[in-house]
């Protein structure tokens, strides 16, 4: 079992609709979570992090986690065209006496406009 | 201006050959990673360095080797026992243990094996 699983995609939505992107992880004793974006050839910039149970607001964007189903998901409102990228899952925890950030594999979101 | 810089930002490597991809940053951070992504991945640890003088293997560390002599830099060879290491190589460095500090990133080395 992967630590951070995603849905490579493409997931493809209208401009203007919600789009959902999920995440899972393995380890219980992780702490953080983090989304990253990026755009093709580009490296990742962060979007949002969270580290407690329910939902985190910044702007357009909603990170959702629930700790107890390992899950935690990116809600991007009135998506535009510009939020075409690959939005990256990463998740931080302690391993060995040290902080290790693991990610997922990404999943491409498509806004069609 | 701080940040983190990687460099080249391209490198052509023969077949046979060590070399090495420079990540420097400004922000004070004390812990500093490398990533490798290959094309339609996601990205895969090599190396992680929490303090000076200290680091761990990741998950793909074969054929690599890393150095934490200063604080700032953390250079990561691409040795000759890497048989496959055309890839995109990220640096990255976080400052603080807290729950809510976030890594940055450089800009990436795009490394092509010829």
């Known amino acids: 079992q992967k630590e951070v699983e995603q849905n490579s995609g493409p997931l493809s939505v209208p401009e203007g609709a919600i789009a959902s992107l999920n995440c899972t992880y393995s380890d219980r004793g992780s702490q953080s979570f983090f989304w990253y974006r990026q755009y093709s050839g580009k490296s990742p910039e962060l979007i949002m992090f969270i580290y407690s149970n329910g939902d985190k607001e910044d702007g357009r964007f909603t990170a959702q986690l629930n700790k107890a189903s390992q899950y935690v998901s990116l809600l991007i409102r009135d998506s535009q065209p510009s939020d075409s990228a690959t939005y990256l899952c990463a998740v931080r925890k302690f391993s060995g006496g040290y902080q290790k950030v693991t990610f997922g594999t990404g999943t491409k979101l498509q806004v069609i406009p | 201006d701080g940040g983190i810089t990687q460099s080249p930002k391209y490198l052509f490597r023969k077949e046979g050959q060590n070399v090495t991809l420079s990540c420097e940053q400004n922000?004070?951070?004390?812990?500093m990673y490398w990533y490798r992504q290959d094309p339609g991945q996601g990205l895969r640890l090599i190396y992680y360095s929490q303090i000076v003088n200290d680091f761990q293997k990741g998950d793909i560390a074969e054929g690599y080797s890393v150095s934490r002599e200063k604080k700032e830099s953390f250079p990561l060879t691409v040795t000759s026992a890497q048989k496959n290491p055309t890839a995109f190589y990220l640096c990255?460095?976080?400052?603080?243990?807290?729950?809510?500090?976030?890594?940055?990133f450089g800009q990436g080395t795009r490394l092509t094996v010829v």
């Open positions: 922000l004070n951070h004390d812990a």
């Open positions: 990255a460095s976080r400052g603080g243990d807290g729950v809510n500090t976030e890594a940055f």
